[in-house]
């Protein structure tokens, strides 16, 4: 079978394909040691999943015995790939009126990143999303929250209020107490232009944490 033809099969069934055909697919395009076959399930077996193999590192694929250098950065291209995608064709909820619609849109913002971003969520008085901006990249355990970049943000969006968000790759969503300490922060500086801080949530994998659920901050209060 030719390349152009697993193409063709692969664009008209992908989406009834289980997760090793779909991953032996990726692998007929890669430069591969092995038979893709094979491979595909060696990868199911060391990660669980063909989203946690799409998640990995390139340096964590190359843990597995035929999985080279080349091998290793087309498998974990697909994922920032799809994820621009998904960026493009989310529709913005007409309003975010609780705690579960936040946690929903920064979960669709965040969800398969393979380093933290913080967002910002720019609403007007009535709820309805103006805008979101990523306000900065980090690595796979820290990003900073530019004040400056924040604040910025949601003067150019003439908000209301804002949503704050960050991702905890591979890790618990729980935030940590600089997580808490900046938020605080933001909404000192924040309130201080009248604008208020509704909520920031905490995106791991398929989990999220809303700090104001949680006690860990109040959006009443100034």
Known sequence: MTISNDLLIFRESAVDMEESEVLTYILKLAPCRKDPEILASDLLERFG???????????????????????????????????????????????????????????????????????????NAQCKVLGKRRISTGSLSEVSAYPRLVMETALNYNAHSVILSHNHPGGTCAPSMEDIQSTIQLKRLLNGIGIMVLDHIIVAGDNTYSMVQHGDIDYRTK
Not at 50 to 70: D, Q
Not at 99 to 111: T, V
């Open 49 to 123: 999943s063909l989203k946690n193999v799409l998640e990995a590192r390139p340096e964590m694929l190359r843990t597995v015995p035929g999985i080279g250098a080349r091998s290793a950065e087309i498998i974990a291209s697909f994922l920032p790939v799809v994820r621009v995608w998904q960026r493009l064709t989310i529709t913005e909820p007409a309003k975010i009126c609780n705690a579960r619609d936040a946690e929903s849109f920064c979960k669709s913002l965040l969800s398969g990143c393979r380093c933290e971003e913080f967002w910002v969520v720019c609403l």
